[in-house]
């Protein structure tokens, strides 16, 4: 009577896939996380996490009013990144500090000017930082200290004192030259969007499947494994593509982040990341069969693991040694890390290679466990 | 007889529980229609389940058209019809997409789908609504929908897991009337219910309770063995609810009920007649020997029910209403109206409830019972019109009114989490009970319902029947002279059923007024007046006799309260 026969069809697949997409593009909230949020979330990575400190208000409490005490203030007031705001007394330093007005502060004390010109090494600034934010405090101390070095070169050489440095440091940022971080971050979020979609988006849909009894009536019909498997990966696996493609464009149209590499590396590299993250979504949702349950598994294996240990806003090498190892076990780390190097170095195979092979083994770790534990049966 | 389906000895346990299945044996015969029934929780689904081979069993033995059908899926798949709970449809697609892709899973294809796409939607009467979305859908439509998708590929074997919950008389009817049509081809069917009266039309029924089977046979032997022991007591004077409690207490008698103006009675033995005189029935009461039912013959195999005494009505004291109060408009709607957008859900309904009177609220699904339900306690507001209670208006002073009532929500909105104790705490602080009063009356809760076995267990992990008492318990703590029941015995066995009737029985004596929805036909019958909702009119109100006088014709003399329900709303159809 069934002409289907009891292998693979193709027809079945197709059948389901028309299904899922059907559902996809009439349920406002897969359109919603798939479009709408990565490109704000692309926006509140690249304009509000922002890792620059580009004009830092900095305190000057000057106690010299002498020559060399001037000759330093406009050295100062110079540098690009320092807005100088002067303050009359330790009091008020101590009160604009505490209220966070100032993030750092430099105090010349009121023997300044004659120590530079006796000029036997004993004129010294003080540098104050507010250790409240340590990048920030980090970058006020490195700024101050860099201006105060120039200067006291310059000013030595004319005293002729060999306070003379031997090395002479020039910062240069490769591949990120004006280094911005925008330029840093954005490629990495797009593996955040694709977590989203991949395993947060996959798990619920297979989830509400459950609770509306959709699957138990899918598993009574002559459905095969491998075609119920295969009708989740392929319309979210198309619908994460499209997202990270719309982030591409959305990156490199709008906010203006270079793309060094080629299109079909990171489809490929893409691929495997979605892999990886279908996978765990699968699994999840097999497990739990409960929406709720599934979401709060994403977030808790997916999307925390991929927001701070993919190396995407926090870098993988300051973290202690325990966190890095765990973070090889997230597929996040090697996709943000080989999306960093396409979009801004371009292609460099070793890399790229070694973060695939990572992929790929991942993938089949989680795809290994979906397929063991998804059933044509509610057992 | 030619077996479709033979169990033998079947086992289902889950982990860390007591047998779903327990030595269940049964055979079921080929093209036949059987019902498997029995309340929630008796292990109806997991046999489907096992039928269908979407469950291995623990132990024993089972064969669907002589295959294993949990490691024979491959072959047997295309052979049996499956319909979950919840029709297993995509709400999201609609009724033409539904049947598109449920053909393709079932490898139903061409001319041969094209000629059963229109069979089936011909018969489902669903041919005007094909671009239709299934999730916009009334419950009877989803329901045959469910059906159609489940029937493509003609399967040989048909599981029907409660096809009938939460649908109305109508479309259960009109349900029975197709699957009984494709019957006649031969096919086997298996259909689950807690409803008994609809599992009397089945050719044969499993009796189902605490995952085994009580009794298999046919529904017609079933209730041979009643016959002689159902009696009626007419032309009753007095109180039919105080009548009921005496006759409850007579050794004869193993079940009552009220049915209509009638008290309906199953007796021990046949001809053991109780004694009407110390019963109080009155000089002209009378004892008829009456028809057996099914139910009749479930509740004497589980033992009979035996509570005639409540201890909440004991424990409670007489209700008394202000002197200045109307003491017939306990409950008042004064062309009370609700409209969501264009729809109109409740359309000028008035009626009044006296005091201890238990009303009935009965429609079709989404007829406006519900809405009307809810102003009525105050979780909706009125579009239009007055919902008001003892008096007071919901919508001025709904906190005022609400200290005075208690409510049931559906599937007893109890906290799964909280123990038994916790949540006895937990609804009688809400109501502002406190300190020595609060203890006491939790105390007294636990006692009433026997509750304390089960004191530090989670609300989720507890019987149905202890649930219902906790429910229960949790609506009427605070002492509320009224009761708003939503559909409060669904899915709950027959005997506790009883005992939930038998405390609302005796909480309406002690003059609380007591309003009720409900899907069960019988259920309708205890209630003292019915107002029957549809298309958001009040379409009758009156006694369950009066409703059931309207419709008597010469075919019919002697209506059921579903006949009356089914016709009533027909006759509004045609207006």
Redesign the interface.
């Known amino acids: 009577m069934n002409s289907g026969g009891s292998g693979f069809s193709l027809r079945r697949l197709r059948a389901l896939n028309k299904k899922e997409f059907l559902q996809i593009v009439r349920d406002p909230s897969s359109i919603l996380i798939a479009f709408i949020l990565p490109v704000v979330m692309l926006f509140f990575i690249g304009y509000a996490i922002n890792l620059d400190t580009s004009r830092v208000r900095v305190g000057l409490l000057a106690l010299d009013g002498g020559e060399k005490a001037k000759s330093f203030i406009s050295a100062l007031q110079a540098s690009p990144v320092i807005d100088l705001y002067p303050i009359l007394s330790q009091e008020s330093l101590l009160r604009e500090m505490a209220q966070k007005k100032l993030r750092g502060a430099v105090v010349l004390q009121n023997d300044f000017s004659a120590k530079v010109i006796i000029g036997q090494g004993g004129a010294a600034i003080q540098v104050i930082a507010d250790g409240g934010e340590p990048n920030t405090a980090n970058f006020v101390q490195a700024y101050i200290m860099g201006i105060w070095q120039n200067w006291s070169l310059a000013h030595s050489q004319e005293n002729a004192i060999k306070t003379t440095r031997p090395i002479d440091i020039h910062t240069r940022a490769w591949f990120n030259p004006s280094a911005i971080s925008r330029n840093f971050l954005i490629p990495g979020s797009i593996a955040i969007v694709l977590t989203v979609i991949g395993a947060m988006l996959t798990s619920m849909v297979v989830a509400r499947e459950w609770e509306r009894g959709t699957m138990e009536a899918l598993l009574s019909t002559p459905i095969k494994k491998l075609e119920l498997l295969l009708s989740k990966i392929i319309p979210y696996y198309t619908l994460g593509m499209a997202a990270m493609f719309l982030c591409l464009i959305v990156a490199t149209t709008i906010m203006d982040v270079p793309f060094r590499g080629s299109i079909l590396i990171l489809c490929v590299i893409s691929t495997l990341f979605l892999g990886c993250v279908l996978g765990m979504g699968l699994l999840i949702s097999t497990v739990t069969r409960n929406q709720f349950n599934a979401a709060s598994a994403t977030l808790l294996i997916g999307f925390l693991p991929a927001m701070i240990l993919g190396g995407i806003v926090f870098e993988i090498a300051s973290m202690p040694l325990i966190l890095r190892f765990i973070s090889r076990l997230f597929p996040t780390r090697y996709y943000a890390n080989s999306l960093q190097t396409i979009f801004q170095t371009g292609f460099v195979p070793e890399l790229i290679w070694t973060n695939a092979f990572f992929l790929i083994i991942l993938m089949f770790f989680w795809f290994g466990i979906t397929a063991k534990k998804t059933k044509r049966n509610l057992e | 007889m030619i077996t479709a389906i033979e169990v033998k000895s079947l086992q289902k346990r889950f982990p860390g529980q007591s047998p779903a299945l327990d030595q269940i044996s049964v055979n079921i015969a080929h093209g036949s229609i059987t019902g498997l029934v029995g309340p929630d929780g008796a292990g109806k689904t997991t046999l489907l389940?096992l039928m269908?081979?979407?469950?291995?069993p623990t132990k024993g033995y089972i064969k669907v058209l002589g295959m294993d059908p949990?490691l024979q899926?491959?072959?047997l798949?295309?052979d049996?019809?499956?319909?979950?709970?919840?029709?297993?449809?995509?709400?999201?697609?609609s009724v033409i997409?539904n049947l598109?892709?449920?053909a393709?899973?079932?490898?139903?294809?061409d001319s041969e789908r094209q000629r059963l796409f229109r069979r089936l939607l011909t018969f489902t009467d669903l041919t005007k609504f094909t671009k239709r979305y299934a999730g916009k859908l009334s419950g009877g439509m989803k329901q045959k929908l469910g059906l159609a998708?489940?029937l493509l590929?003609?399967p040989k074997i048909l599981l029907l897991d409660e096809p009938g919950v939460g649908v109305d008389p109508i479309s259960r009817r009109e349900l029975w009337r197709m699957v009984r049509e494709l019957a006649g081809g031969g096919m086997t069917v298996l259909w689950s219910t807690s409803y008994l009266d609809e599992a009397e039309l089945c050719d044969s029924v499993c009796l189902m309770n605490q995952g085994r089977i009580v009794a298999d046979d046919t529904p017609q032997s079933l209730k041979s063995t009643m016959r002689g022991r159902c009696l009626h007591i007419t032309n009753i004077q007095g109180n039919r609810r105080n009548l009921l409690k005496q006759a409850l207490r007579a050794p004869e008698v193993i079940d009552g009920v009220i049915q209509g103006a009638n008290v309906r009675l199953v007796t021990a033995a046949v001809g053991a007649y109780p004694d009407l005189g110390p019963v109080g029935a009155g000089p002209t009461a009378r004892l008829v020997e009456v028809e057996p039912r099914l139910e009749d013959a479930f509740i004497s195999l589980l033992g009979g029910s035996s509570s005639a005494e409540s201890a909440l009505a004991a424990v409670i004291p007489e209700v008394e209403l202000p002197p200045d109060m109307n003491q017939d408009a306990v409950i008042e709607a004064k062309q009370l109206t609700k409209r969501f957008g264009k729809f109109t859900a409740t359309d000028s309904v008035n009626f009044r409830v006296k005091k201890g009177e238990i009303f009935g609220l009965l429609g079709p699904n989404g007829a406006g019972k519900s809405t009307t339900f809810k102003m009525e306690c105050g979780l909706l507001k009125p579009t239009n019109g007055q919902a008001l209670v003892m008096g007071i208006d919901l919508k001025e002073s709904p906190s005022k009114a609400r200290q005075r009532l208690g409510y049931m929500a559906q599937k007893f909105s109890l906290y799964r989490q909280l123990t038994v104790e916790k949540n006895l705490a937990f609804f009688s602080g809400i109501y502002g009970l406190t300190g020595e009063r609060q203890k006491h009356k939790i105390q007294q809760m636990l006692d009433v319902f026997s509750l304390h076995p089960y004191l530090e267990m989670p609300s989720a992990d507890l019987p149905l029947g202890i649930k219902q008492r906790l429910a229960l318990a949790c609506a009427v703590m605070h002492g509320p002279e009224l009761l708003f029941l939503d559909e409060p015995t669904s899915g709950v066995d027959p005997v506790a059923r009883r005992e939930f009737w038998t405390h609302i029985n005796g909480l309406a004596n002690k003059g609380v007024t007591v309003m009720v929805t409900t899907h069960f036909m019988d259920e309708a019958e205890y209630c003292d007046r019915i107002a029957l909702v549809y298309r958001g009119k009040l379409i009758a109100l009156g006694t369950p006799d009066d409703l059931k006088r309207k419709v008597i014709t010469k075919e019919n003399p002697n209506p059921t309260m579903e006949d009356a329900f089914i016709k009533l709303v027909r006759e509004a159809d045609d207006e």
């Open positions: 389940r269908a081979g979407l469950l291995e949990f899926c491959d072959d798949r295309a049996i019809g499956y319909m979950p709970q919840k029709f297993g449809l995509y709400e999201d697609l997409e598109n892709l449920y393709d899973l079932r490898n139903v294809l998708c489940t590929g003609t």
